[in-house]
């Protein structure tokens, strides 16, 4: 992907696309820039960030100037029964595919009808509401059977959450909660930063 020479970014494969940026190392003044570049779409982190939890990657669909389309976040640490564990969490418009990618689905943008029958396999506290979550099927994924996908809608966008290993999936609790924390300013100055980053 580059720059086309006027002002936007094309892609061989896919032609004009809005470019993803993701950057080397997880850091305080990167996910500054982060946030000044999503600015009120939103960045979800889970909260509070447990001892020995960091945020390890992060990254946004977004034109040089307008408005983002996806934001992802991911952190990492370790739980007793899975050892080391990322949690990543992706809020992107209908048709972006950057979480997708990240759940290691392949070019597929959207999910299939198939979301959303029966009940919801998770909960998790999105603010002031609780949002539904549903397995995504990684069976017919290159690579291996190492995640556990769920996805859901908040606020008219797909909510997507991938967890490595797939096992850390019993992490997830009824009272787990993401946050948003687009506006929360000077505060992020006490989040923990680093950590080798997800490949995807």
Not at 10 to 39: I, K, N, Q
Not at 43 to 58: A, K, R, V
Not at 139 to 150: C, F, I, M, T
Request: proline share 8%; hydrophobic share 40%.
């Amino acid at each position: 992907m580059g720059e086309d020479g006027a002002g936007g970014w094309s892609c061989p494969e896919h032609g004009e696309v809005v470019p993803l940026w993701r950057p080397e190392s997880a850091t305080y003044d990167e996910f500054a820039r982060h946030l000044g570049r999503t600015a009120a779409f939103p960045t979800y982190l889970p909260w509070p960030l447990g001892p020995g939890w960091s945020i390890s990657d992060f990254a946004a669909v977004a034109p040089e100037q307008g408005s983002a389309v996806a934001s992802m976040t991911c952190v990492s640490g370790t739980s007793v029964l899975d050892g080391p564990v990322d949690v990543i969490v992706v809020s992107e418009e209908a048709g972006t595919g950057l979480g997708a990618r990240v759940a290691g689905l392949g070019d597929g943008a959207d999910p299939g009808a198939e979301l959303g029958d029966g009940p919801a396999t998770v909960r998790v506290r999105l603010e002031a509401r609780t949002v539904g979550l549903w397995p995504v099927s990684v069976s017919s994924s290159d690579g291996e059977l190492d995640r556990s996908v769920l996805l859901g809608e908040a606020e008219g966008r797909w909510l997507w959450l991938v967890l490595r290993p797939a096992s850390a999936i019993l992490l997830l609790r009824d009272d787990w909660i993401l946050r948003d924390v687009s506006a929360t300013g000077p505060g992020l100055v006490a989040l923990p930063f680093g950590g080798p980053g997800p490949a995807w």
